[in-house]
C-alpha cells in the first residue's frame, strides 16, 4: 500500500502539516526525496488561442530537444492528477424495466490524488498517491518521475502538462533532463492522460468504499496492475498527432 502525503490512511487532520515521501506504484522508489534545486528553464511559450497549434509546437520541442542533444534519446510524456474520494463513482448500468438501481456512498470530505505519467508512444505509465496538491510536492514528484524513467544526460524527456498552479514555473524545481511543454488553458481534449481516469476508476464504480485506507489499497492494486498493460494504455493515449519518441541509431 502506498500511504498518501502528509496525514494517516483515514484522513487525520493532526498530520496535515507533514509530507511524506511518494512511492512509484508498481516499483521500488521509496527513498527519501529532496527537492532539487531550481533547475534554470525558460518558460515554454504558452498558447493564446484553444488548440491553437499545439501539435506544432509540440513536434517542434522535441525536434529542438533532438538537435539540442544530439545522439541522445527523446521521449515525450504527459502528467495529469485525478481526485477521488468516499463519495461514489457513479456510472449508468442495465437494470429490469420498473427497477431502479441504487450505490450506496460516504458524504465525507476526505479525498485522495491520483498523478500519472504517462508515455503514449509506447504505454509506460509511473503512478503516485497523495493526499494533496502543491508546488512542492509537484516538485517532489518530478523528481521521483526523472528518477524513474532515467531522464539526464542521456535521455531528454518533453512533458505536457496543463496550466494547474502548482505545475508552473517560476519557483518550481524541474529536474534534468525535464523540459515541461504547457497546454493552453481549458483544453483537456488535448491531454492524454485525461485518457485513463476511466480505466482507473472501474474497481471503485457504483462500489460503497468504507475508508479512505480501502480506497488506497484498491487504487494502489488498479495502478500497479495497468503498469503491465502497456499496449492497452498506448491505444488509449497515442493519438494520431502525438509525436514519437527518439531514438539514436
Not at 32 to 40: D, E, G
Not at 75 to 102: I, M, N, S, Y
Not at 103 to 114: D, E, I, T
Not at 214 to 219: A, D, H, S
Amino acid at each position: 500500500m502506498v500511504e498518501p502525503q502528509g496525514g494517516t490512511g483515514d484522513g487525520d487532520p493532526s498530520g496535515a502539516g507533514a509530507r511524506a515521501a511518494p512511492a512509484r506504484l508498481g516499483g521500488a522508489e521509496s527513498a527519501r526525496l529532496v527537492v532539487a534545486a531550481a533547475a534554470a528553464q525558460e518558460p515554454e511559450v504558452r498558447h493564446g488561442r484553444r488548440g491553437d497549434g499545439v501539435q506544432k509546437k509540440l513536434a517542434d520541442a522535441v525536434a529542438e530537444e533532438t538537435a539540442a542533444h544530439p545522439g541522445v534519446a527523446v521521449e515525450v510524456f504527459c502528467t495529469d492528477e485525478h481526485r477521488l474520494g468516499l463519495k461514489p463513482v457513479l456510472r449508468a448500468v442495465w437494470a429490469p424495466k420498473g427497477q431502479r438501481p441504487t450505490a450506496l456512498g460516504h458524504h465525507r470530505f476526505q479525498w485522495l490524488y491520483v498523478t500519472a505519467f504517462v508515455g503514449p508512444a509506447t504505454g509506460e505509465t509511473v503512478w503516485y498517491l497523495t493526499d494533496t496538491v502543491s508546488k512542492p510536492l509537484f516538485a517532489d514528484l518530478l523528481d521521483a518521475f526523472a528518477r524513474a524513467v532515467g531522464a539526464g544526460p542521456e535521455k531528454r524527456v518533453v512533458l505536457l502538462l496543463d496550466n494547474a498552479g502548482w505545475h508552473t514555473l517560476p519557483n518550481l524545481a524541474v529536474p534534468d533532463g525535464i523540459r515541461l511543454f504547457y497546454l493552453p488553458p481549458y483544453s483537456p481534449e488535448l491531454q492524454p492522460a485525461e485518457t485513463l481516469w476511466t480505466p482507473v476508476d472501474e474497481p471503485i464504480v457504483n462500489t460503497f468504499v468504507p475508508t479512505l485506507t480501502r480506497l488506497i489499497e484498491t487504487i494502489t492494486e488498479r495502478c500497479t496492475d495497468l503498469t503491465t498493460r502497456q499496449p492497452e494504455i498506448s491505444s488509449r493515449t497515442n493519438f494520431a498527432w502525438w509525436p514519437k519518441n527518439y531514438a539514436p541509431a
